[in-house]
């Protein structure tokens, strides 16, 4: 991948740019132009959130359901 900054790859339009530096999760990989959150983290964060969402809602229909 090649390496540009947040700034420049915001100029030029891109939703997406790449540092060459961890996140502080360690993840080597690119990151969002918009908020420079780490393309992984965002990924497993949505995953988590979607899990939650699913128990609770399950909790709210009378249901039990293992995550």
């Known amino acids: 991948m090649k390496i540009i900054t947040r700034t420049d790859a915001a100029r ?36 988590a959130q979607r899990k939650r969402i699913k128990s609770l809602m399950a909790q709210a229909n009378g249901l039990a359901v293992a995550i």
Do not use: D, M
């Not at 990151?31 to 964060?45: F, L």
């Open 12 to 47: 030029v339009g891109q939703l997406k740019y790449y540092t060459g530096k961890p996140c502080r999760n360690g993840h080597l990989c690119e990151r969002y132009t918009v908020n420079g959150s780490c393309v992984e983290c965002n990924a497993n964060h949505t995953i």
